[in-house]
């Protein structure tokens, strides 16, 4: 591995590494960063993305990492290892806090990978530029910080047929788990309210929001693949989600949006943009208990009962342009790290 330096004095690491990626597409998105970070000191980066049971998303990841090589899954894994055993790559990172797949002692007795050890407790693509950091220290010997550009680069694809909903607010309901589908019971009377105040809504959502919720046929529904939710998520005048890759991916491009987290750890799970306000409700004791062991099984969701009319409230200020956060809100600020120059800024963060 040989090291050379640009022009401005850029230090530039001939290597290739290889970034192992959890299961969400919100976890695509949060590595984005480290792979801008990695291309600035000139390392090739190939992605293995551990599910391999949503084949849809497959050509979102081409469009959305700007890497060498993507691999999908179990059979993605297998092509990985033979890779690292022909001495393809130089080191890994695991981006997953739990190590699902570059842990066998075959992987790591041929190279060296660092996993994420922050757990749930760091913002998810600081600790993935962290990484990279340390990754970077080791095999150079040299301390040094890495600063990523605000601008972050990534992909995706046009679809002019759909440039009527940049006149749009769209409503992202998200995953269909059980403190998701709390909400669903408030979204008509969010998107009702809206309506009233002339604005255009439609619903971005598939069949099975339309079979747990009849009354969305009153609505404009839309049931697109995944690149078409994407550019809809992208160009659209204002969205309202709860933690969805949807809102992660626009979060990239600074849009203005409104993410409603339940047992969500906001440190974690916090996007990568000024332009984010995030709703949550804070009059409960439990939360946040994302990865704690009742995450997956709790029954009374009370940290969803989140009143349409805050929702919708909070979103006819904004779009009438008084200000991505009332003066009254509260802002709490995400620290920088001393390994980090510019990769952490202010979010905008209401509690009520």
């Known amino acids: 591995m040989e090291e050379s330096k640009r022009e401005g004095g850029q230090l530039i690491i001939n290597a290739r590494a290889i970034v192992e990626v959890s299961w969400g597409i919100g976890n695509i998105v949060k590595v984005i960063p480290l792979l801008n970070a990695a291309?600035?000191?000139?390392?090739k980066v190939d992605v293995l993305w551990v599910p391999d049971y949503y084949p849809a998303a497959?050509?979102?990841v081409d469009n959305v990492l700007l890497c060498e090589n993507i691999y999908v899954g179990q059979d993605g894994k297998k092509e990985v290892i033979d890779r690292i055993k022909n001495g393809m790559y130089n080191f890994g990172l695991s981006c997953y806090y739990s190590r699902y797949l570059l842990n066998e002692q075959e992987v790591t007795d041929k190279i060296p990978i660092y996993y994420n050890k922050s757990g749930l407790e760091e913002q998810e693509d600081v600790a993935?530029?962290?990484?990279l950091l340390k990754a970077i220290i080791d095999i150079t010997g040299k301390q040094m910080e890495i600063s990523v550009p605000r601008e972050l680069t990534f992909n995706i694809r046009v679809f002019n047929e759909l440039n009527k909903y940049r006149d749009y607010v769209i409503i992202c309901p998200g995953a269909k788990k059980g403190w998701e589908l709390k909400l669903y019971g408030h979204w008509k009377e969010v998107i009702d309210i809206l309506v009233g105040k002339?604005?255009?809504?439609?619903?971005?959502?598939?069949?099975?929001?339309?079979e747990r919720n009849p009354w969305m046929s009153d609505y404009e529904l839309i049931t697109v693949d995944i690149d078409r939710a994407f550019y809809i998520a992208m160009i659209c005048k204002y969205m309202i989600?709860?933690?969805?890759?949807?809102?992660?991916?626009?979060?990239?491009?600074?849009?203005?949006?409104?993410?409603?987290?339940g047992p969500t750890l906001v440190n974690k799970n916090i996007p990568v943009s000024n332009n984010c306000l995030i709703l949550?409700?804070?009059?409960?004791d439990c939360i946040p208990?994302?990865?704690?062991?009742?995450?997956?099984?709790?029954?009374?969701?009370k940290c969803m009962d989140i009143g349409p009319e805050v929702v919708a409230d909070m979103a006819i200020r904004i779009l009438s342009g008084d200000g991505l956060v009332p003066k009254e809100a509260p802002k709490k600020k995400v620290e920088k790290s001393p390994d980090q120059s510019e990769i952490n800024v202010?979010?905008?963060?209401?509690?009520?």
């Open 346 to 352: 202010n979010k905008n963060y209401m509690e009520f």
């Open 198 to 210: 002339g604005h255009k809504v439609a619903i971005l959502g598939d069949g099975l929001d339309l």
């Open 58 to 60: 497959s050509s979102l």
């Open 39 to 43: 291309r600035t000191y000139g390392i």
């Open 241 to 261: 989600s709860t933690d969805t890759g949807l809102a992660q991916l626009r979060a990239l491009d600074g849009r203005h949006q409104m993410m409603i987290f």
């Open 289 to 301: 208990c994302q990865g704690k062991p009742d995450f997956a099984n709790c029954k009374l969701n």
């Open 128 to 131: 993935n530029i962290k990484l």
């Open 280 to 284: 949550r409700n804070e009059e409960v």
